[in-house]
Protein backbone atom coordinates (compact mmCIF):
# COMPACT_ATOMS: atom_id res chain seq x y z
CA UNK A 1 0.00 0.00 0.00
CA UNK A 2 0.79 3.59 -0.47
CA UNK A 3 1.44 6.30 2.16
CA UNK A 4 -1.27 8.70 1.79
CA UNK A 5 0.39 12.37 0.19
CA UNK A 6 0.79 14.94 2.93
CA UNK A 7 -0.05 18.58 1.84
CA UNK A 8 3.04 20.26 2.58
CA UNK A 9 1.92 23.76 3.98
CA UNK A 10 2.37 26.97 1.65
CA UNK A 11 5.05 29.28 2.87
CA UNK A 12 4.30 33.07 1.82
CA UNK A 13 7.34 34.86 0.00
CA UNK A 14 10.20 36.88 2.63
CA UNK A 15 9.36 40.19 1.89
CA UNK A 16 11.80 42.56 1.18
CA UNK A 17 12.94 45.05 3.29
CA UNK A 18 12.52 48.41 1.77
CA UNK A 19 15.82 49.66 2.34
CA UNK A 20 17.33 47.24 0.37
CA UNK A 21 18.87 49.02 -2.80
CA UNK A 22 18.36 47.54 -5.95
CA UNK A 23 21.12 45.67 -7.60
CA UNK A 24 22.80 46.50 -10.34
CA UNK A 25 25.26 49.51 -11.73
CA UNK A 26 23.59 52.60 -11.11
CA UNK A 27 22.24 54.34 -14.26
CA UNK A 28 24.58 56.60 -16.32
CA UNK A 29 24.23 59.70 -16.32
CA UNK A 30 24.74 61.84 -19.09
CA UNK A 31 26.34 65.85 -18.81
CA UNK A 32 25.17 68.58 -21.46
CA UNK A 33 29.01 68.04 -22.63
CA UNK A 34 28.46 64.37 -23.17
CA UNK A 35 25.68 64.73 -25.39
CA UNK A 36 27.35 67.30 -27.33
CA UNK A 37 29.77 64.91 -27.52
CA UNK A 38 28.18 61.58 -28.63
CA UNK A 39 26.33 64.62 -30.99
CA UNK A 40 29.30 66.07 -32.54
CA UNK A 41 31.52 62.06 -32.63
CA UNK A 42 28.59 60.48 -34.58
CA UNK A 43 28.56 63.07 -36.86
CA UNK A 44 32.05 63.13 -37.77
CA UNK A 45 31.42 59.05 -38.35
CA UNK A 46 33.02 57.53 -35.19
CA UNK A 47 31.84 54.15 -34.45
CA UNK A 48 29.54 53.56 -31.52
CA UNK A 49 32.04 51.81 -29.85
CA UNK A 50 34.46 54.49 -29.16
CA UNK A 51 31.87 57.40 -28.75
CA UNK A 52 30.60 55.07 -25.90
CA UNK A 53 33.90 54.73 -24.46
CA UNK A 54 34.60 58.07 -24.90
CA UNK A 55 31.81 59.13 -22.75
CA UNK A 56 31.92 55.94 -20.31
CA UNK A 57 29.02 53.84 -21.01
CA UNK A 58 28.03 50.74 -22.99
CA UNK A 59 27.01 51.18 -26.45
CA UNK A 60 23.80 49.76 -25.59
CA UNK A 61 23.32 52.44 -23.04
CA UNK A 62 24.30 54.90 -25.50
CA UNK A 63 21.69 53.53 -27.83
CA UNK A 64 19.32 53.75 -25.47
CA UNK A 65 19.85 57.23 -23.68
CA UNK A 66 21.49 59.37 -26.72
CA UNK A 67 19.04 58.18 -29.68
CA UNK A 68 18.32 61.58 -30.45
CA UNK A 69 22.08 62.74 -30.35
CA UNK A 70 23.25 60.00 -32.93
CA UNK A 71 19.89 60.52 -35.01
CA UNK A 72 20.69 64.32 -35.10
CA UNK A 73 24.60 63.70 -35.84
CA UNK A 74 24.07 61.64 -38.37
CA UNK A 75 21.50 63.97 -40.25
CA UNK A 76 24.56 66.47 -39.86
CA UNK A 77 26.80 64.49 -41.35
CA UNK A 78 24.98 63.63 -44.31
CA UNK A 79 23.57 66.62 -45.25
CA UNK A 80 27.24 68.12 -44.86
CA UNK A 81 28.13 65.32 -47.82
CA UNK A 82 25.44 65.96 -49.96
CA UNK A 83 26.00 69.75 -49.47
CA UNK A 84 29.75 69.01 -50.34
CA UNK A 85 28.66 66.00 -53.12
CA UNK A 86 26.10 68.87 -54.83
CA UNK A 87 29.20 71.14 -54.64
CA UNK A 88 31.60 68.89 -56.75
CA UNK A 89 28.44 68.73 -59.70
CA UNK A 90 28.11 72.30 -60.01
CA UNK A 91 31.70 72.52 -60.47
CA UNK A 92 31.76 69.66 -63.45
CA UNK A 93 33.59 66.59 -61.37
CA UNK A 94 32.31 64.10 -63.78
CA UNK A 95 32.64 61.07 -60.55
CA UNK A 96 30.36 63.09 -58.71
CA UNK A 97 28.17 63.78 -61.22
CA UNK A 98 27.83 60.10 -61.88
CA UNK A 99 27.52 59.75 -58.61
CA UNK A 100 24.84 61.64 -58.30
CA UNK A 101 22.86 60.72 -61.44
CA UNK A 102 23.04 56.67 -60.04
CA UNK A 103 21.99 57.58 -56.38
CA UNK A 104 19.68 60.30 -56.72
CA UNK A 105 18.34 60.69 -59.90
CA UNK A 106 18.10 56.87 -60.38
CA UNK A 107 20.01 56.14 -63.44
CA UNK A 108 21.16 53.10 -63.81
CA UNK A 109 24.65 51.45 -65.92
CA UNK A 110 21.93 48.44 -66.41
CA UNK A 111 22.21 47.16 -70.19
CA UNK A 112 19.56 45.18 -71.45
CA UNK A 113 19.69 42.79 -74.57
CA UNK A 114 17.29 41.97 -76.73
CA UNK A 115 17.91 38.92 -78.87
CA UNK A 116 15.59 38.10 -82.04
CA UNK A 117 15.67 34.81 -84.02
CA UNK A 118 15.24 31.05 -82.78
CA UNK A 119 17.27 29.89 -80.07
CA UNK A 120 17.73 26.55 -80.38
CA UNK A 121 19.38 24.24 -77.27
CA UNK A 122 21.11 21.35 -77.90
CA UNK A 123 21.35 17.98 -75.52
CA UNK A 124 23.99 15.98 -74.89
CA UNK A 125 23.56 13.00 -72.95
CA UNK A 126 21.71 9.41 -73.02
CA UNK A 127 18.88 9.59 -75.13
CA UNK A 128 16.60 6.96 -73.61
CA UNK A 129 16.13 9.04 -70.77
CA UNK A 130 14.58 11.83 -72.53
Do not use: Y
Amino acid sequence: MSSPKRKTPKRKPKARPKTTPKGGRPPHEFSDGDLVKVELLRGFGTPLQDIAKEVGCSVSTLQRQCKEQLDLGKERANAKVAGKLFQNCMKGKETSIIWWEKTRAGHTDKVEHQHSGDVTFVLHGDEDKL
